[in-house]
């Protein structure tokens, strides 16, 4: 089966898609594309390059998000991007966050599409990679059609041709970026008209997204779809991802197999000393909707536990959950 590379994939997320997550979703999904959080161009250009853009190998096809609206700065970070081995850098145009505007990027530049266009151009002039944006389909309350139309059309003429449309407006003022994912309707309709209007580009749609058959069902209307905190708190939901839409092979099909390749991570991070409660926060929804799952997550949850070596934990949290599936 061919499939574009975008057909699925899993949204930046800030504070959750960090690399140790990405590779919690590698052993459950080989062919989803993956995205860091998003990265701030200064960040990038004034910080620790490597704790920022460091990543696994097994985390490919992984694009990197970056939040900017000065075009000569995305350049250097895009140049950044493909001398790290990236597979796409991403423009954030969605984010609604009051941090986020006052550095004048993210959703409020969908009141920039000129400026957009040309942090694309400045961005595809330095690097080979594909150059996306993932946006809104509006800010505040303009729910035109044609305001989400114009700034698609006038950063696609500057080259873009990759949009990743959150189908909900960001209202700038009045909601916190929690209520943003939320409250403002989504709207699918917007991003099925927008695919037929420019069917030469790449649409896909983000927001609200759960399960399979709804993904099947937009993927008859658009060329991908970018699932976000479904996926983070129900990771096994991914298991069907890649025999259904990719034609490939699961890496996994069973959750201990899973957990059991997840333990050899986290044990080799504690071996050179790294503490494992940062890179299992992302895990704890593993077992999600089985007998005991309670009960396991909150063994790799008390603190009390957390100097010791995982798979001691790991003994005690199977033992809590196979004791709860015996009970049940």
């Known amino acids: 089966m061919t499939a574009s590379p ?36 200064g960040a990038l250009l004034h910080g620790d390059q490597g704790r920022h853009l460091d990543f696994d190998a097994v985390e490919h096809p992984l694009a990197l ?7 000569e700065d995305l350049a250097q970070c895009a140049r950044l991007a493909e001398r790290w081995g990236y597979d796409e850098v991403n423009l954030n145009c969605g984010c609604p966050s009051p941090r986020v505007q006052r550095g004048a990027f993210g959703a409020c530049l969908m009141g920039e599409a000129a400026l957009v266009a040309d942090c694309v151009k400045a961005m595809r002039d330095v690097t080979t990679l594909p150059v996306t944006v993932k946006h809104r389909i509006g800010i505040d309350r303009q729910e035109s059609y044609e305001f989400v139309r114009d700034f698609v059309g006038t950063v696609a003429a500057a080259g873009c041709e990759v949009f990743i449309v959150h189908a909900r407006n960001a209202w700038l003022d009045g909601l916190s970026p929690k209520d943003n ?33 709804t993904i099947a069902a937009q993927l008859e209307a658009v060329d991908g779809v970018m699932v976000g905190r479904h996926a983070y708190h129900e990771p096994w939901a991914m298991a069907t991802w890649d025999e259904r839409f990719f034609g490939a092979h699961a890496p ?77």
């Open 252 to 328: 996994a099909t069973e959750r201990g197999a899973v957990e059991e390749a997840w333990m050899a991570y986290l044990d080799a991070r504690w071996q050179q000393g790294q503490p494992w409660a940062l890179a299992m926060r992302h895990a704890l929804g593993l077992w999600n909707g089985t007998p005991g799952a309670r009960r396991w997550r909150q063994v790799w949850s008390d603190h009390r536990l957390k100097s010791l070596p995982p798979r001691q934990v790991q003994a005690q949290a199977t033992a809590a959950r196979l004791g709860a599936l015996e009970a049940a």
């Open 65 to 71: 998000q970056l939040g900017g609206s000065e075009p």
């Open 181 to 213: 994912r939320e409250i403002p309707p989504l709207r699918y309709e917007i991003v099925h008209r927008l695919k037929r209007e420019f069917p030469q580009l790449t649409i896909a749609i983000n927001g609200g997204i759960k399960d399979d058959e």
């Open 6 to 41: 975008w057909r699925l994939s899993v949204a930046p997320m800030m504070d959750w898609t960090d690399r140790h997550c990405r590779v919690l979703h590698r052993l459950i999904t080989r062919h989803t594309r993956l995205y860091t959080e998003m990265v701030t161009t």
